[in-house]
């Protein structure tokens, strides 16, 4: 027998705002305004970052505490909205938060959503029902010297610290690990390509190196650009300029939120353009899609050396990690690089989006920053995350063909380059095109001719000084 829970007015507390009345569930700590807006945006299906959701319990603990230093909030009200920030912090009652991550109304949602579960909760704190906002009030005490205007960009910036922490850190492991690869591959030596055609021989090393060299410069932006985000319009209210904040709040509230969130944080120089633009998180976005793509430029590199194994470049061995076919037995696909290209791709789109979100703000406020944020969190979530398996389960197992490497090496026609100085080009354009025609290697047709001595050529040949700039093979071997 299906049992079926009776549902009667009991279950409900009623409340109202300027639209008129709700049945809200007398269990929830959200109120009518995030009822509304849940109601409104179904458009994600997803949940608000849990991030977002701690840096507005910040926001509104520092808030009360700065109210209460300047005489607008009781100290028990104070004391019951700081104990209820404390519990989001601490994971609780993020189930409550119910509004979509892309909203209209610049975030107004989100703002009243955190005011809403933040009063609902202090007023049990202080022995009364959800919902008797004569108690707490949300707009009045937990909103009390603010905005979504000012709080919105404010939580947005330190999600953005938070989350850019956490991808610099995976960051520096690849680096690492790139940097170990470097000096393990050292001594392999390889075919450098151009275009897809042989170009001069480079050890698998210095390969390496190089991978870490763009990922250290990626590092040092992100770092940099993270003072974009420190700068902050809390305080600003409305459009900047201040209205409705006392003046003791307003010199105080970014301090004491630098103090009691662990985040370094400014007031903005002018809170009128702070409210106005949001460039900064313009820049960021730009810094996470120019890492993302140096990372996929990899990911390509690493998917054609290992290509193969019998018939493409087979230089170097990714680690297997999961079949890769349903059909073809035994075959192994570079799942791990590919991951990256494809999160590649997302942020590059999700850049796109930033960048007409942040040009689309009007006279005194940006109502995009929703999307903004959605797109952003998830662009420098996904880079942390992608580096991460990138790093376990790519980088750190990679092995070289080093035989095969060589091989490829002695049978091309690009060691050329290295005999062009001692024989002219035109004799050495000849003799790569004769190496082409017939497949004997450039060696064969240079001793043959008798233009240089086995001695002098394989002093040439050698793969260190083919692959050490800055060292003359005529001064080497005494050439005139």
Known sequence: MEIKTKITLSNYRSESDSIGSKNIPQ????????????????????????????????????????????GLLGKKKTVAIIQAC???????????????????????????????????????ILGGNKGDYTLVNPNDDVNCGQSTNDVIPTAGKITTLRLLEKVHKQLLRLYQAFLIKGEEFNEVIKMGRTQLQDAVPIRLGQEFNAYAVVVKRDLERIYKVMDEMRSVNLGGTAIGTGLNADTQYLQRIVPNLAKISGVKLTQGEDLIDATQNLDSFAVVSGVIKTCAVSLSKISNDLRLMSSGPRTG????????????????????????????????????????????????????????????????????????????????????????????????????????????????????????????????SVRELVLNEGLLGEEDLDKILDPIHMTVPGISEKKLLHIS
């Open 86 to 124: 404390d519990e989001i912090l601490n994971g609780k009652l993020h189930e409550y938060f119910i509004v979509d991550p892309i909203q209209g109304g610049a975030g107004t949602s989100i703002n009243m959503n955190a005011n809403e579960v933040i009063a609902n909760r202090a007023i049990e």
């Open 313 to 440: 470049f087979g230089e170097i061995n990714l680690p297997a990690k999961q079949n890769g076919s349903s059909i073809m037995p035994g075959k192994v696909n570079p799942v791990i690089p590919e991951v990256m290209n494809q999160v590649a791709f997302n942020i590059i789109g999700n850049d796109v989006t930033i960048t007409m979100a942040v040009e689309a703000g009007q006279l005194e406020l940006n109502a995009f920053e929703p999307v903004i944020f959605y797109n952003l969190f998830q662009s420098i979530d996904t880079l942390s995350y992608a580096v991460k398996t990138f790093v376990d389960n790519c980088v750190i197992g990679i092995t070289a063909n080093e035989e095969h490497c060589r091989h490829l090496v002695n049978n091309s026609v690009g060691i050329i380059t290295a005999i062009c100085p001692h024989v002219g080009y035109k004799k050495a354009s000849e003799l790569a095109k004769e190496a082409i025609t017939t497949g004997q």
């Open 27 to 70: 269990s929830a700590y959200y109120g009518v305004q995030s009822q509304r807006a849940a109601e409104n945006f179904h458009i994600t299906g997803l949940s608000l970052h849990p991030e977002i959701i701690n840096s507005l319990a910040y926001i509104k603990k520092a808030c009360a505490f700065t109210n209460c230093e300047a």
